[in-house]
Nanobody
Framework: QVQLVESGGGLVQAGGSLRLSCAAS????????MGWFRQAPGKEREFVAS????????IYADSVKGRFTISRDNAKNTVYLQMNNLKPEDTAVYYC??????????????????WGQGTQVTVSS
């Protein structure tokens, strides 16, 4: 059974920073691609960032490129999302997700087979 647990969300002023963490259970975490998605009220869940199994390859949504950084520590079974220069439009519930079949990053929601419960990020103006 795979479990993903996000943490690190909260309330921050515009221009501030937050670091989200996603701790995963599972002996083969190091072979999974991992992704971060977000969902704002009344909107569909959207892709934010994804990272390959070895951390070498990453992709980002255009809206966060240059401000957010995804990384992972396979020794700790954890993936991170460093969010800088936050904007009010970044307000959403942030979810991490695991693609256990493929090791390369993807922006497609359907590629991910396990999801965390989400952590709220609120950016005030």
């Amino acid at each position: 059974q795979v479990q993903l647990v996000e943490s690190g969300g909260g309330l921050v002023q515009a221009g501030g920073s937050l670091r989200l963490s996603c701790a995963a259970s599972g002996r083969t975490f190091s072979s999974w691609a991992m992704g971060w998605f977000r969902q704002a009220p009344g909107k569909e869940r959207e892709f934010v960032a994804s990272i390959s199994w070895n951390g070498i390859s990453t992709i980002y949504a255009d809206s966060v490129k240059g401000r957010f950084t995804i990384s992972r520590d396979n020794a700790k079974n954890t993936v991170y999302l460093q969010m800088n220069n936050l904007k009010p439009e970044d307000t959403a519930v942030y979810y991490c997700a695991a693609d256990r079949e493929r090791g390369l990053p993807s922006s497609s929601r359907t590629r991910y087979d396990y999801w965390g419960q989400g952590t709220q990020v609120t950016v005030s103006s």
